[in-house]
């Protein structure tokens, strides 16, 4: 059997609102009655070990605090992707943000995962989304950024 092994690089454009480096925005702001807001959303590079991983950055304000008992959805060019919701409080936990916080600043990685038959040429683009929900699943934005491919 062969195989054979791939460099992959991911570059960043920036979309309005979002960014590449350091965080963009603000992309939008807390709203009294309860909805989240990610005010920033940027792309922060790859993992060391693994440039299927992909680091970002956000900002979070959320006025009624309950924002670390909710969950965050991703999406790959519009669609969700099948991670499901993920659970808000571990990744509030792994940054030392306290689950009732109005407003802090989270990293997270997103693996991406496909088979070395399906890999897109060099040069695709394509857009990376969150969207948080607090615990009463009140949505916040969505943030997007757009990232390229290269081999």
Partial sequence: ????????????????GAGCGPLAGPLCTADPGGDPCLSTFGYAGQG??????????????????????GFLETYIDGNATSLG??????IFHQNAVRY???EG??????????????????????TV????RDEDENPSNTAEVELQLDY
């Fill in 1 to 16: 059997m062969r195989t054979r092994s791939v460099l992959l690089t991911i570059f960043c454009w920036g979309i309005a």
């Fill in 48 to 69: 060391a070990e693994n440039p299927m991983v992909l680091i970002f950055d956000a900002r979070f304000e959320d006025a009624d605090g309950n924002l670390g008992r």
């Fill in 85 to 90: 919701g993920l659970p808000l409080d571990e």
């Fill in 100 to 102: 009732d916080a109005t």
């Fill in 105 to 126: 600043d989270l990293t997270f990685w997103l693996e991406l995962t496909v088979g070395s038959d399906q890999l897109p040429e060099s040069g695709t683009t394509f």
């Fill in 129 to 132: 989304g969150v969207r948080a």
